[in-house]
């Protein structure tokens, strides 16, 4: 089991960047894919980025492909977001997920959550 937090939200303007972060706990990190998704007031949960277990596979949302940067480090138990050219558009609370999978490819669904992060872009 791994429990998530999440870190790195806040307010910034159009075309800023942020790097949202989270820290897992609990063994065997390295055994996890990770993921980030976002949802915004009114709408449902959107996937937004993820990550295999050994990092050497990413999978990005049309919506923010070439924009946001998923990472990982197996050594620290943290995954990250790097955002860029951030759009109004990306307000929401982002929050990240895991699931337990050794494998080259990433899941399309997650067993563990944490908390979530509001991330707001103003224009």
């Known amino acids: 089991q791994v429990q998530l937090v999440e870190s790195g939200g806040g307010l910034v303007q159009a075309g800023g960047s942020l790097r949202l972060s989270c820290a897992a706990s609990?063994?065997?990190?390295?055994?996890?894919?990770m993921a980030w998704f976002r949802q915004a007031p009114g709408k449902e949960r959107e996937f937004v980025a993820a990550?295999?277990?050994?990092?050497?596979?990413?999978n990005y949302a049309d919506s923010v492909k070439g924009r946001f940067t998923i990472s990982r480090d197996n050594a620290k138990n943290t995954v990250y977001l790097q955002m860029n050219s951030l759009k109004p558009e990306d307000t929401a609370v982002y929050s990240c997920?895991?699931?337990?999978?050794?494998?080259?490819?990433?899941?399309?669904?997650?067993?563990?959550w944490g908390q979530g992060t509001q991330v707001t872009v103003s224009s």
């Open positions: 609990g063994r065997a990190f390295s055994t996890y894919a």
């Open positions: 990550i295999n277990c050994y990092g050497s596979n990413t």
């Open positions: 997920a895991g699931r337990r999978l050794v494998s080259w490819s990433v899941p399309d669904e997650y067993d563990y």
